[in-house]
Every structure is written in C-alpha cells, then in structure tokens.
C-alpha cells in the first residue's frame, strides 16, 4: 500500500523567513508526486515531479525530487502571511490511473 | 473558464439518512475522482470514474457509490450515513491520457448528527 509521511506537522514562522517542508513516501512503481496548497477548502495544485523532472521553481516557491531517497521538499523563501496555509503531498503509482495518496499536511502559519 | 464545481457546499443529515453530492468537472476534463478529508488528515481516495464506468476504488464500504453522466459531471452517494462520515467531501477533475493533473472543488461540508 502506497504511503506517504509530511513533516513537520505545523510550523510557524515570521514572514520574510524561508521555510522547508518534507515529504517522505513508500509507492509501487512511482509516477509522479504533487505539491498541494489547502487555504480553505479546495486544494490548489503546486507543482508536479516525475522521473524527467526532479526540480520546479515557481517565484518564492520551489521543489526537489530525491527518487533515489524516496522523499521530496518544498521551499518557500521570503514568506509572506499569503502562504499560510496547509500544504500537501500526494503520490501516484504505477498500477494507478492517477489515484492521489496523500500525506497528512504540514500547516504553515506566517506571522506579520 | 469554470473550475471544478461542487454542490451542495454544507450539508447537515442523521444516522441513518443517505446523501448525494454533485460535482461538474473542469471544461475539457473527463475524469473525476473523489476524495473524503476528515479534520486534521490529508485527503483519501474514494473513487474514480471514466466513461461513465467506476476505474479505481479504494478502502471505502459499498456503502460509498457513485455515477458519472455523458457530460462527464458526476454524483458521490452515500447511504446509511455513520457518524464517521462527517467530512469534507472533495472532487477533482483531470484529462485522461495527459500529465493526470487533479484540479480540485471547494468541495461539500457534511455533518452527521
């Protein structure tokens, strides 16, 4: 069963700091992983890592893939109270149609 | 360019009750999938439908169903309602044969009292 582990599980911080979330995961035939941001309700995609692509940047934001490792992060440098929020991973396996496994979330509080 | 759309946004029902909640995908998409996120944790695999047929299921009872329509819009029901399926109820839509990206609703607050 694929599985995957996010730490931390909070983390507060003060805007302008940078901050670094972990994404660990357990999958059969890895496709790909995805970066989630939850304000609210709806989860708003990020980034997406595959085999061909083990690093995205998009402005403040950026992600690595370790496939060797089996664990992703997620930077954001210069935070602002905008990027709080609940971020989230989730993997899919090969033996999937795209079915999402997701970790628990990291909540991410950004302090003025 | 609507998104993927939900409805009802809250919904309150009792033990025992069944319940149908609504979702139209993202213009061009073809494939939904539904996922059930209880307060704290991250969201978890329900179902995916694809023309018009159920392709994936994960670890929920039959109690969980679902139908997809020729417009590719489709329907989550679930009856006998439990107190433990109080949960954010969350779509998503995706373009098969493609990078699979989910995009997901805002998703339907249920509560079972």
């Known amino acids: 069963e694929d599985k995957v582990v996010q730490s931390p599980l909070s983390l507060v911080v003060h805007e302008g700091d940078t901050v670094t979330l972990n994404c660990s995961y357990e999958?059969?035939?890895?496709?790909?992983l995805l970066w989630y941001k939850q304000e609210k309700k709806a989860p708003t995609f990020l980034f997406m890592l595959?085999?061909?692509?083990i690093e995205k940047k998009s402005g403040r934001l950026s992600s690595i893939l370790d496939k060797k490792e089996l664990f992703s992060i997620l930077n954001i440098t210069a935070t602002q109270t905008g990027d709080s929020a609940v971020y989230l991973c989730a993997v899919v396996g090969g033996t999937s149609y795209g079915k999402l496994t997701f970790g628990q979330g990291t909540i991410l509080t950004v302090h003025p | 360019d609507a998104g993927v759309t939900q409805s009802p946004t809250h919904l309150i029902k009792t033990r025992g009750q069944q319940v149908t909640l609504r979702c139209s995908p993202k213009?061009?998409?073809?494939?939904v999938s539904w996922y059930q996120q209880a307060l704290g944790q991250g969201p978890q695999f329900i179902f995916q439908y694809y023309e018009e047929e159920e392709r994936q299921r994960g670890n929920f009872p039959d109690r969980f169903s679902g139908h997809q329509f020729p417009n590719y819009s489709s329907e989550l029901n679930v009856n006998a309602l439990l107190l433990g399926d109080s949960a954010l109820y969350l779509c998503?839509?995706?373009?098969?044969?493609?990078?699979?990206?989910?995009?997901f609703g805002a998703g339907t607050r249920l509560s079972v009292l």
């Open positions: 595959t085999s061909s692509g």
């Open positions: 999958v059969t035939n890895f496709r790909s």
């Open positions: 998503a839509s995706s373009l098969a044969g493609t990078k699979n990206i989910q995009y």
């Open positions: 213009s061009g998409h073809d494939t």
